[in-house]
C-alpha cells in the first residue's frame, strides 16, 4: 500500500500541534485523545492523513510520488507506545515522565512535520536491515 507524502506531514503537523498543548496544559485527556488518533493510525488508518486525503488532497491535486505505508505506520506504533508511557506518568503522578514521554513524540511529530524526517520511518527501516538473511 502506498501513501502520500503530503498527508504524512499534515498528520505531523496536526500531532505536532496537539502535542505542544498537552504539554502546555498537562491535559491527559488530550493526549488520550491523541493515543486513540496512534492507534487508529498503526492497526486501521490515520484520522489526520484520512482529512487530508478527502478535504484537502482534491484541492491540491495528485502527489507527485508516494511512499511505502508500513514505515508511516509503526512510526505511529511507536507515538502509541509514548503517547501511553505519558499516560501512566499522568496516571500515576509521575509528571516527568508524562511531559518527557509527551517532549519525545513530539519533536519526532515535529522532525515530520517541519523538515520531512520521519524518525519513526527510519527506526522501522534500521530494524528490517537488522533482520537476519535480509539483503539491504
Known sequence: MQVDPRGL???AAVTTLVLALVL????????AAQAVVFVL???VAAPYVLFFKHV???????????????????AQGLGMAF??????????????L??????????????????????GCEVFLIIRRLQPGRIS
Not at 24 to 31: C, E, Q, R
Not at 85 to 92: P, S
Not at 98 to 119: E, K, Y
Open 24 to 31: 502546555i496544559t498537562g491535559s491527559p485527556w488530550l493526549l
Open 56 to 74: 484537502l488532497r482534491p484541492r491540491l491535486g495528485p502527489p507527485s510520488e508516494l511512499e511505502d505505508a508500513a514505515p508511516p505506520r509503526f
Open 98 to 119: 508524562a511531559l518527557g514521554a509527551t517532549a519525545a513524540a513530539l519533536l519526532a511529530a515535529f522532525l515530520n512535520a517541519a523538515f520531512g524526517f520521519c524518525l
Open 9 to 11: 506531514r499534515f498528520g
Open 41 to 43: 493510525g498503526a492497526f
Open 83 to 96: 503517547a501511553f508511557v505519558g499516560l501512566i506518568g499522568f496516571a500515576t503522578g509521575v509528571t516527568p
